[in-house]
């Protein structure tokens, strides 16, 4: 018997299951999150954070959105794996098991949620909390199965990252976070629904009720574009209130333009490769959006 090949062998094991429950997290979508929860919190704060708010903060809302994520696998690991885009995840792979996931995120959940209310303060953990609830139970075990609006409905939770971020540094919900609340929100329906346009058959073996499985694509090409229009008027507002300046209008202007230049084309000449383009410029705006109202924010200051 080989004893030098166990520690290596337990090794490799311990990275596999290391790296399963890190893709439960869904990393990438926690990562948008948490950038525009920090963004919250840097607009919110007159100078430089206090470290503790900003590290206590991040770390927090990383936590329990991961947590939510982990849960949001769990309820869907048999549509995961019939939709060739999810399949691959470590539910459906076999790689880890249902009391697992829900002992890694109850974990996970909780450790956010103490530090939130440990070293933060007590409105950003219940906001967080309610947040969680919103994506974890309303939308993904009532809202996506039942509603070709689930995303519309459902925006609302993933649209709280800056709003906990603003509270994590001032301890309340002032009308600036309400507007970083509504850019995400009108952002959230012609983003998913650009994917959602390129994957319907996806979907449509799901079982899922998205807008182009119960209304068609043309239906869904028009709300798209609906959608990229009022995006495109709230995207204005921060510098309507003189929340910002000059930097951000052009900015917002000019990364408008090029989303509604993306969803006529999806409307008017689509294509599959159109709407995934689309999609991925999405998530380029909505980081360069905000990106910009902090730069203009200190620009300012």
Not at 124 to 152: D, R
Request: proline residues 5%; positive net charge; glycine residues 8%.
């Amino acid at each position: 018997m080989n004893t030098r090949a166990l520690p290596a062998g337990l090794a490799r094991t311990l990275a596999q299951r290391a790296r399963a429950f890190y893709a439960l997290t869904k990393p990438r979508v926690v990562a948008l999150i948490v950038f525009t929860a920090v963004i919250g919190m840097l607009l919110a704060a007159p100078d430089a954070v206090p470290a503790q708010i900003l590290v206590g903060g991040t770390l927090g809302i990383a936590l329990v959105a991961g947590a939510a994520a982990a849960v949001n696998c769990l309820v869907e690991q048999s549509i995961d794996a019939v939709m060739l885009r999810t399949r691959w995840r470590p539910l459906p792979r076999g790689e880890l098991s249902a009391f697992q996931t829900l002992v890694f995120a109850g974990v996970v959940g909780g450790a956010g949620l103490w530090i939130l209310a440990n070293f933060v303060n007590s409105l950003t953990m219940w906001l967080t909390l309610a947040t969680f609830v919103g994506y974890a139970i309303v939308y993904t075990v009532i809202l996506k199965p039942a509603t070709p609006q689930n995303i519309v409905i459902g925006g609302a939770s993933g649209a709280m990252p800056p709003v906990l971020g603003w509270a994590a540094v001032t301890g309340e919900v002032h009308t600036e976070a309400m507007l970083l609340f509504l850019i995400i929100f009108a952002w959230t329906p012609p983003h998913f629904w650009a994917l959602a346009l390129y994957r319907t058959a996806d979907y449509a073996k799901a079982g899922l009720p998205m807008l182009p499985v119960t209304h068609g694509k043309e239906y869904t090409r028009l709300q798209v574009l609906l959608y990229t229009i009022i995006l495109f008027g709230v995207s204005l507002l921060p510098y309507a209130i003189r929340m910002s300046g000059l930097l951000y209008l052009a900015a917002a202007c000019v990364l408008g333009a090029v989303f509604l230049g993306y969803a006529i084309r999806v409307y008017v000449a689509y294509s599959d490769r159109v709407a995934r383009a689309m999609f991925r410029f999405s998530i380029l705006y909505l980081a360069a959006l905000f990106g910009a109202l902090l730069l203009d924010h200190y620009l300012a200051h």
